[in-house]
């Protein structure tokens, strides 16, 4: 990075062989932020997996979910962290530590299936008025603009409350539970920086020499859209996608914050809201938390702006 | 490029002519955003109270009779088709009258009115802060490109933009507040002509929490810029000129990069509004998002409804700012929407 | 601060001998790959109110070198060697601060590029402003009324109106003009101007030259001209220095260059350029071969692989710069230059070698 910036001042010959790599990229070592991300949420995912799924593989470490833990012969409340609790303990006597690794799953979850809605409502539209613009353009500029117009806490928070109404009127809704309400809520909220991007790549891609190639030779235009700009469009996606997820589940803590999130388990930001009250107590129970968060949201954050430096998008990094 | 060869002569009566032309097309489009928004949130908080008596008992709460029912129904017009409905409440919102409480039998208005004011200075306070640190931090960070401040920075800012308010606000109350005590728990609202220290006090931690985040997304987007623009050949030409390094910096090369982070002020806006919302929870603060999020649980649809319309109308009147100050910063752009 | 000022000022119209002396000039450029040796020991001098053409193919240092004169290259992974005299003051270890006080003031530049060296946010009057402004410590309306002059010498039409309007409004040659005008502004001594004409349209580029050289002779100054293009300086410059690969290969006054050239690559520039005698279709030659790898620049002669009278000596030993016996203002590095029998033999065994090879 240092001295190629300079290039341009540089009058490399043309016949120059690349430059010398670094021993880190020839041994393939990637670079620190994306092995601590990638380790950090593989870490996460598997370990909330087990606890969920095979409590009895990480007994040794985790409690059950509804244990409260004891001490002297009563409910141990906001225990300081020790060996045997290593986050503390908080308001009813649970561990923190096993509530933080319970609440991960519903977060992931949520993450990564309201990122799904957007990317492909918002991949669509995206594409749709990057390919034809004109009015189908125009008309979906509108829509998301409106759809930028409102805050998307906002949004999520009356989307959500009104979902919750409807449940009981329409019984076709019964399937909507709170993580689907909020997997979908957030997706929506989602859509509009994810067309917005996906419309300025498809934009420059249309008038490629490839897109113009297909054209020429004849091809109509659902090969042009799924056979050629579709799969160029992939690394855009997954950038967005990643810094996405970032943001959306900072979004879902907001929401359990605000009384919002799923009952069972408790999510992070559930966690923070039900130990605010006693902060000047125990910080343990709201700062532990907060760094699950802050790591969760920065690991993705890392790997959506490592994939944008690697496919050079600009609009997607923060 | 082409077109610049032979470019396009303007009186200065025409190019202002154009001006206009361009403000109203803009001026339409963020009438007609409006519209729908606030049309489409009525609309989604009517969804599925299909018997005529349904707004009124929701928004009435509680055990009620069918006597008030009535009476609410007939006297905002629920019973009326919803456009009609829009009609009318579009009306008061003109006129100045936002609808009525249901619930606490009070204009919106007198309701409302302190609790806008803090949401009001929250967010002015947060954007103003994010930028003024963002902007001379980048410029900074530019200067001295991939030195290790530079890239002390850099992570920094990226992990700022990693922290959400919640756990922004968390870890400031844990420091300020707990720790060192020098900052009260609850963001109480003073009013700067009442008591400006306390005022100050109360507002720096939530403000805090706010724009940090977001003022470490605008420092990136600038930083990017601003290297960018200081490898162009007019910086060079600016040294060749004998033109001091601050000169360059802030009259050649801040202005020629302010463009990512303008645009991005619209859409940071609608997030530090979302924000607060959180902020003024944690907090305790009685502001718009406190209130927003007590009428929803509660159904009072008319102050949703209100105060919706306020953060939506303020949010499209900043992007509608943003778009023509950018127009003001580059005489190109000025050129090209005239053209179109 | 101000001191300075007038001490280099005094010292450039006053002190006798060259404004511009080169011992030994490098640039080296530190990347991953290794160090670029942009400039490879680099030695002339200039005259004042002299011109002269820098030539060679991009890659050869030209730019770097016109650069390292000035100053202007970024400071971080750049070493830079040798001695430059301006005005009899040494010039080439000064930092930005010090320098800052010549560029503009004695020493101007003129960019390739008249799309992206003009800041496009700003009027066309207020950057000419910029350095009397500056330098001269002109008022507001001083300074807006040397501008508007100054722009009457470039020849540009209503020069009030295009005082008030930004760079996009003007046409690629108005903003040759203007860049000519901004680096006018102070009077400098020594112009350097890094092909100021590659980006514009051919009708263009004479005017721009002509406007360079009368320029020149008004205001007694020295002109760099740097380019790739031998046509461009053939009438426009006193004196031609070639480069090849970061270093200076031949260096002789303009017309004794074109007509008793030493070096073979000077001999390939020149034909590769089209001339109005050939017949038309005549087919151009081209040099064969890349420009030499500057990290590992080949040893002995730096042209020899891509040489068409190679020799085994000019694969070994470096050819030094020395002068022709009959003209000592012209140097040239080679072993076997052109005209002497040595040159003759090789060029017919190596055709005959390629004639075989075929």
Not at chain 1, 28 to 53: C, D, K, M, Q
Not at chain 1, 250 to 256: D, I, M, N, S, T
Not at chain 2, 78 to 83: A, H, P, Y
Not at chain 3, 243 to 250: A, I, P, R, S, T
Request: proline residues 6%; contains cysteine.
């Amino acid at each position: 990075m240092t001295a190629t910036i300079e290039a341009p001042v540089v009058e490399m010959p043309a016949d120059a062989p690349p430059p010398k790599d670094s021993l880190r990229k020839r041994l393939h070592i990637p670079r620190f932020s994306v092995l601590f991300s990638v380790l950090w949420l593989v870490g996460l995912t598997t370990l909330t997996l087990l606890a969920n799924y095979a409590p009895s593989v990480v007994q040794s470490i985790m409690y059950p979910y509804s244990t409260k833990i004891r001490a002297n012969g009563k409910a141990a409340k906001y225990l300081a962290p020790n060996a045997q609790n290593w986050f503390g303990t908080g308001k009813s006597a649970e561990d923190i530590f096993s509530h933080c690794i319970y609440g991960a799953k519903v977060t992931l979850i949520i993450g990564v299936g309201a990122t799904l809605v957007g990317l492909i409502v918002g991949g669509f539209i995206g594409i749709v008025s990057g390919y034809f613009r004109g009015w189908t353009d125009r008309i979906s500029s509108i829509f998301t603009d409106c759809l930028l117009s409102i805050p998307p806490l906002l949004l999520a928070l009356i989307l959500i409350l009104r979902l919750d109404d409807l449940k009981d009127v329409y019984s076709w809704l019964s399937w909507c539970t709170r993580t689907w309400q909020i997997t979908l809520t957030l997706g929506l909220v989602a859509v509009a920086p994810f067309a917005r991007i996906v419309r300025a790549q498809t934009l420059t891609l249309r008038e490629r020499e490839f897109v113009m190639a297909a054209r020429s030779l004849g091809a109509n235009r659902s090969r042009i859209i799924f056979r050629e700009l579709l799969p160029n469009l992939v690394p855009a996606m997954l950038t967005v996608a990643f810094t996405g997820l970032g943001i959306l589940i900072a979004a879902e803590a907001g929401l359990a914050f605000l009384g919002l999130g799923v009952e069972s388990p408790h999510t992070w930001g559930k966690m923070i809201d039900i130990a605010r009250d006693d902060i000047d107590k125990a910080w343990w129970a709201t700062v532990f938390p907060c760094l699950m968060l802050f790591l969760t949201v920065l690991s993705f954050n890392l790997l959506g702006d490592e994939l944008a430096r690697r496919f050079d998008i600009r609009e997607a990094s923060v | 490029m082409a077109a610049a060869a032979h470019p396009p002569r303007f009186g200065s009566l025409l190019l202002f002519e154009v001006l206009v032309r361009y403000l109203v097309q803009r001026l339409l489009r963020f009438a007609v955003v409006f519209f729908i928004v606030t049309f489409g949130l009525m609309v989604l908080m009517r969804l599925g109270m299909n018997h005529p008596g349904d707004p009124a008992r929701t928004m009435l709460g509680g055990t009620v009779t069918q006597a008030q029912i009535d009476d609410v129904t007939a006297r905002y017009h629920l019973d009326s088709r919803l456009i009609v409905q829009y009609w009318f409440w579009l009306k008061g919102m003109v006129t100045g009258d936002m609808g009525v409480s249901v619930q606490q039998n009070l204009p919106v208005s007198t309701y409302i009115g302190t609790r806008v004011l803090v949401t009001f200075f929250l967010g002015v306070y947060s954007l103003l802060l994010a930028i003024v640190v963002a902007i001379p931090v980048a410029v900074f960070q530019s200067y001295k490109r991939d030195s290790v401040r530079d890239k002390f920075l850099s992570v920094s800012s990226f992990a700022f933009v990693a922290i959400p308010p919640v756990v922004m606000g968390v870890l400031l109350i844990q420091l300020f507040v707990i720790h060192l005590g020098w900052f009260p728990r609850t963001g109480e609202k003073i009013y700067p002509w009442d008591d400006p220290v306390a005022h100050v006090k109360n507002f720096a931690l939530p403000v805090l929490a706010l724009a940090l985040p977001v003022g470490a997304v605008f420092s990136r987007l600038l930083r990017a810029d601003m290297v960018r623009t200081l490898q162009s050949d007019f910086i060079t030409l600016a040294s060749a000129k004998g033109v001091s390094t601050q000169r360059i910096l802030w009259r050649h090369g801040l202005r020629n990069s302010l463009f990512s982070l303008v645009t991005s002020i619209g859409l940071q806006l609608a997030g530090i509004v979302g924000g607060a919302i959180v902020v003024e929870q944690l907090f305790n603060m009685k502001g718009m998002g406190t209130l927003l999020v007590s009428t929803i649980l509660s159904k009072d649809l008319f102050v949703v409804q209100a105060l919706s319309a306020i953060i939506v109308a303020t949010v499209v009147m900043v992007n509608l700012v943003v778009d023509l100050s950018y127009a003001l910063i580059d005489p190109r752009i000025r050129q090209m929407r005239a053209l179109s | 601060m101000s001191q300075t000022v007038n001490v280099t000022q005094a010292a450039t119209r006053e002190i006798a001998g060259p404004l511009l002396e080169l011992t030994d000039v490098t640039t080296h450029f530190r990347t991953p790959r290794g160090m670029v040796r942009a400039v490879d020991g680099v030695s002339f001098t200039l005259d004042r109110g002299q011109s002269l053409g820098i030539v060679g193919e991009s890659g050869s240092g030209k730019t770097i070198l016109s650069r390292s004169i000035m100053g202007l290259l970024p400071t971080r992974g750049t070493e830079r060697g040798g001695s430059i005299k301006f005005a009899g003051r040494e010039v080439g270890n000064l930092g930005r601060k010090q320098m800052r006080t010549i560029w503009g003031k004695e020493m101007a530049m003129i960019f390739q590029d008249p799309m992206t060296s003009l800041n496009p946010l700003m009027k066309i009057g207020a950057q000419i402003s910029e350095p009397l402004r500056i330098h001269l410590g002109m008022s507001h309306a001083d300074a807006a009324a040397t501008a508007r002059r100054l722009l009457q010498d470039v020849r540009i039409p209503e020069p009030d109106r295009r005082l008030e309007q930004y760079p996009h409004e003007l046409s690629g040659g108005m903003r040759q003009r203007v860049m000519i005008a901004i680096a006018m502004a102070c009077g400098p001594t020594a112009l350097f101007a890094d092909e100021p004409t590659t980006a514009l349209d051919v009708t263009v580029q004479a005017q721009i030259l002509d406007l360079l050289g009368e320029q020149r002779r008004d205001r007694n100054m020295s002109l760099v001209l740097v380019t790739h293009d031998l046509g461009v300086v053939a009438g426009h410059t006193d004196e031609i220095a070639v480069m090849y690969g970061g270093k200076l290969v031949e260096k002789a006054p303009t017309r004794r260059l074109f007509a008793a050239m030493k070096m073979p690559y000077t001999e390939a520039l020149l034909a590769s350029i089209p001339k109005m005698a050939d017949p038309s279709h005549t087919r151009l030659s081209v040099i064969g071969g890349r420009p030499p790898d500057l990290v590992h620049p080949p040893i002995g002669c730096r042209f020899a692989p891509r040489c068409p009278y190679a020799r085994e000596k000019c694969q070994s030993d470096e050819p030094p710069l020395i002068a022709t016996d009959d003209d000592p203002s012209h140097t040239f590095a080679c072993w076997y230059p052109v005209g002497s029998p040595e040159y003759h033999e090789s060029r017919e065994r190596n055709a005959a070698k390629k004639v075989e090879a075929a």
